[in-house]
């Protein structure tokens, strides 16, 4: 698999963890969209897309990744 394509977008709000947004595609077949950049103790670090979905007063998170053909 090769990476074809990264967008990153920066957040400019200096009091926030949030430092960012990427896009990656990979084999200009499969995106994934809202990667988080966030600030750690130490370090930057990634956090995966999730999907917060509530069904019967539960709420789950679900990671979610498409193809782009």
Request: aromatic letters at 8%.
């Amino acid at each position: 698999m090769k990476v074809t394509s990264v967008t990153v977008k920066k957040i400019e709000n200096n009091e926030s963890k949030l430092k960012g947004y990427a896009t990656v595609v990979l084999d200009d077949c499969l995106a994934i969209h809202d990667i988080k950049v966030v600030e750690g103790k130490d370090k930057l670090f990634l956090a995966m897309p999730s999907k917060k979905v509530s069904v019967n007063d539960e709420t789950k998170y679900y990671d979610y990744v498409h193809p782009t053909v």
